[in-house]
């Protein structure tokens, strides 16, 4: 072996190492090993085979060559073929003449149209389990695989373990926690709806005991607890829809002041019935922007609800609700309670699915919804909250569609 | 006549605490008091000493879980009998549910019952605790 091809080595295999450490994504990383192993190791064509474990079969994860684009959706059963004996074995395997041995299988040159004479075929094993393995097929020059070749096979194939390992592990980490959150939302809704229908229960038995004692104030009291609970359902589903779906703004040209005057007219009633003092301070000079007017007033909405709630039974409790201008192209919306606060604790958790601090009040939805048509918009919401003495929630929007949030 | 047996009510949905009185009316005629956190309802115990406090767990302020445990605490109201009503599922435990929030009851309250709230359970509950 000369210099020339010695160099050519070293600098491949700092290739793969490199390639390996980059943050491209798997499959990337497979591609560009697979290409560098086919250009340096000079093959007519080469192939990663990967060990499905739940059923033993053999998957082309990546085919280099000419007969790329026919493998790939190629499977093959455990111990078939040169790749299937060597993931048995775990041991590489030359075959310099594949027609004058038994493991060859026929299959794939029969599905390709490719021919193979040559094969060196090295298996990637992770400390605790065999992975699959790597192929390389027909030196472009004629000649045999030999005990160099296998080595800087086994080389590459060693990086190629290791960043395929870590890829699993990764997998089945956010798969199991892509399950617990999947439970905890379920709970969470359970809980939920729960206390919905406790609500309807508690409203049917007033109703049936007004009627057995004739008594129209009773029917009236629980009628209206029935109601309200199912508004409180429509709601909840209404939220539990808008978190669960990805989509983008519809946008419109809008006077936000208008948009949030809405709000703030339909909430006064209610502000007026629990003793809220509720205030409105539009900045005059906002004009019109772009946004999903639909969706900014269910921010809004949930944001002067909870406030309202934070304010209780407090005395001389006020909202206030103002708009501001924030640089040239953003806008503010703040929404500032004189109520309880939420403690420090707490504040990391408010925009968490299901994580609420009110009580059978919550669903614990609200925020996080509020959160993401934010964040839809390309905008942020800030919170500052002092125990005792209130808290502030500030949108910050941007005036016009930002290009990547999408459009109608 | 005996003067009215005294029930503590505490749950943060007035709609809850309305269900409750409609149910209790139907087994007798109580003086029943009702606090929306678990911080005014300590108050309350510990001020009226009622003969149930009905306790719902997840209330702003005080869950119900820190007010049980306070209540166990202090020898004027340990023996105050109490019903947790919850939304969680009683399958997994009340011990287990405080321990989930970070709470150690060290007793276990007289009984719990499961939202929704069935009237004949919550009924025939009361009537064991307070030997009706």
Known sequence: ?408 | MDKKMTILFVDDEQDNIDFGEAMLMGIGDFDVQSANNGFTGLEMATQLKPSLIILDVQMPVMNGFQMFAELKKNPSTAHIPVIMLTGISSTMGMQYNAKDMGITLGHEPNAYIDKPVDPDIFQNTVKKILGL
Request: proline share 2%; with cysteine.
């Open chain 1, 1 to 408: 072996m000369t210099r020339t091809v010695d160099m050519e080595i070293v600098t491949a295999l700092f290739d793969v190492s490199r390639a390996i450490s980059s943050s491209l994504e798997l499959s990337e990383i497979l591609q560009r090993v697979m290409d560098l192993t086919t250009k340096v190791m000079r093959v007519e064509a080469s192939s990663m085979v990967l060990l499905d474990e739940e059923t033993g079969e053999l998957i082309f994860y990546i085919a280099e060559g000419e007969m790329a684009t026919k493998l790939k959706t190629f499977r093959m059963k455990s111990g078939e073929g040169v790749v299937g004996h060597v993931v048995q074995t775990k041991e590489a395997a030359i075959v310099n003449d594949v027609q004058q041995d038994e493991r060859f299988f026929k299959k794939v040159d029969v599905k390709t149209g490719f021919v193979t004479k040559s094969i060196l075929c090295v298996p990637l094993v992770s400390p605790t389990r065999v992975l699959g393995a790597i192929e390389v097929l027909n030196k472009l020059d004629g000649s045999d695989f030999d005990d160099l070749d296998k080595l800087f096979l086994e080389s590459i194939a060693g990086q190629a373990s290791i960043a395929l390992e870590n890829a699993m592990l990764h997998d089945s980490i956010v798969k199991n926690e892509r399950m617990a959150a999947v439970g905890q939302a379920v709970a969470g809704l359970a809980h939920c709806i729960k206390n919905v229908l406790n609500g309807v229960q508690g409203g049917s038995y007033i109703i049936d005991m007004g009627l057995d004692k004739d008594n129209m104030a009773f029917v009236q009291k629980g009628w209206a607890t029935v109601k309200k609970n199912n508004s409180f359902m429509q709601e909840l589903v209404l939220d539990m829809l808008t978190y669960s779906k990805e989509r983008k703004p519809e946008y419109e040209e809008c006077d936000v002041n208008g948009t949030v005057a809405a709000v703030v007219e339909l909430m006064q009633e209610k502000a007026k019935a629990v003793g809220v003092t509720m205030l409105w301070h539009p900045e005059p000079a906002l004009g019109i922007v772009e946004l999903d007017s639909k969706g900014i007033k269910r921010c809004v909405l949930n944001l002067i609800s909870n406030a309202m709630d934070a304010c209780g039974q407090k005395p001389d409790a006020s909202v206030t609700v103002s708009t501001q201008l924030y640089g040239q192209h953003s806008f503010k919306i703040l929404i500032k309670d004189t109520g309880t606060g939420i403690p420090p604790e707490a504040i990391p958790k408010l925009f968490q699915v299901f994580f609420s601090t009110k009580g059978s009040k919550g669903t614990g939805l609200g925020l996080a919804v509020t959160h993401k048509i934010i964040k839809e918009h390309g905008g942020r919401i800030d919170v500052t909250s002092k125990v005792g003495s209130g808290t502030t929630f500030t949108i910050v929007l941007p005036r016009k569609r930002k290009k990547n949030t999408g459009g109608k």
